[in-house]
């Protein structure tokens, strides 16, 4: 009995000690565990990023293998390509040197034709500007009659002696441009210098003067026929002319009375010229021969001298002659 109570005590006794040593061992083994559980979760995490670096790495050494694969290809297409281009090219090249002789030839033909001086109009591509200077002076002595006339020889009234003097100075500027080889424009911008000196018999002198710009001209010529070696027909050129009235008119001018800003640098009409002009060339002698026609448009005037409709006419000229060397 004592040794069944002594067994118990011990018993009981062991619990006392045993029970607490086992649950600060399971303590110990859960915190062991959640430190074991944070150690591969960052281990896990690591493995992720170097996975993601390792994969990054692979892409890149992929591209790489696939770029150092592809130069070979392009190092041999590179001489197709070249002969390719070499052959598109070497056309091309051709087109351009045959066009450049071309330009050469007809430059050669244009000069020598300018050279031996047998060509009428100019040949196409050719610009010429030519200045051009022409003075004229006219002077006339007029007997003025204010009266009338009973004889040939007795005269009532009064009687003035007037004498005129004018000078003209013309600058103009001729602008020709061979459009093709058989025709040719051409137009003229002159500048006009007029002077009026009037003086009477009872030395009363009035004198007037202007510059400024006279009547333009465009034009364009057309060779309708070339004569050729032993040919009969000659060179036949024809003309076509527009005269603008950008000149002062006449219509406000009174020679007995000048003053500056009425006297005329123009016409004062529209005007549209059309001519045939014929050039006939047999060594040494050249014949030249030509017929115009010149229509004058009317208009209504209505000016400080002149007044009502004027109708201008028409204007025609027949030209015959040759050259002196």
């Known amino acids: 009995m004592?040794?069944?109570?002594?067994?118990?005590?011990?018993?009981?006794?062991t619990s006392f000690?045993?029970?607490?040593?086992?649950g600060s061992a399971e303590e110990q083994t859960k915190e062991s565990l959640l430190q074991k559980a944070e150690e591969l979760a960052r281990e896990a995490r690591t493995l992720s990023e170097r996975s993601k670096m390792l994969s990054d790495e692979a892409q890149k050494l992929i591209e790489r293998a696939l770029s150092l694969s592809e130069k070979p290809e392009?190092?041999?297409?590179?001489?197709?390509?070249?002969?390719?281009?070499?052959?598109?090219t070497e056309p091309a090249e051709a087109k351009q040197a045959l066009k450049q002789e071309k330009a050469r030839q007809e430059q050669e033909r244009k000069q020598k034709q300018l050279a031996a001086g047998n060509n009428i109009l100019f040949p196409k591509g050719f610009l010429e500007i030519e200045p051009s200077f022409t003075y004229a002076n006219f002077?006339?002595?007029?007997?003025?009659?204010?009266?009338?006339?009973?004889?040939?020889i007795f005269v009532i009234g009064q009687i003035q002696s007037?004498?005129?003097?004018?000078?003209?100075?013309v600058e103009s500027l001729n602008v020709s441009y061979g459009v093709l080889d058989n025709v040719q424009i051409q137009m003229e911008s002159p500048l006009r210098f007029r002077s009026d000196d009037i003086t009477y018999s009872d030395n009363t002198n009035l004198s007037a003067k202007r510059a400024g710009l006279g009547d333009i001209r465009l034009g364009t010529s057309v060779q309708l026929h070339q004569q050729k070696e032993s040919d009969f027909i000659p060179d036949l050129i024809g003309n076509l002319n527009v005269f603008f009235p950008t000149g002062e008119d006449p219509f406000n001018y009174d020679p007995a009375h000048p003053k500056d800003k009425n006297i005329p640098l123009g016409s004062g009409f529209w005007s549209i010229g059309t001519g045939l002009t014929m050039i006939k060339v047999s060594d040494p002698a050249v014949l030249l021969g030509g017929i115009n026609y010149t229509y004058n448009f009317p208009r209504s005037i209505d000016g400080e001298i002149i007044r009502g409709r004027v109708t201008p006419g028409i204007l025609s000229d027949i030209l015959w002659g040759w050259p002196f060397p």
């Open 17 to 22: 000690f045993i029970l607490p040593a086992v």
């Open 139 to 152: 002077s006339n002595n007029n007997l003025l009659i204010d009266g009338f006339a009973l004889l040939p």
């Open 74 to 88: 392009q190092k041999q297409t590179s001489p197709q390509k070249a002969t390719q281009e070499k052959t598109s």
């Open 162 to 169: 007037q004498r005129i003097r004018r000078d003209l100075l």
């Open 2 to 13: 004592i040794l069944r109570l002594r067994k118990l005590f011990l018993l009981i006794m």
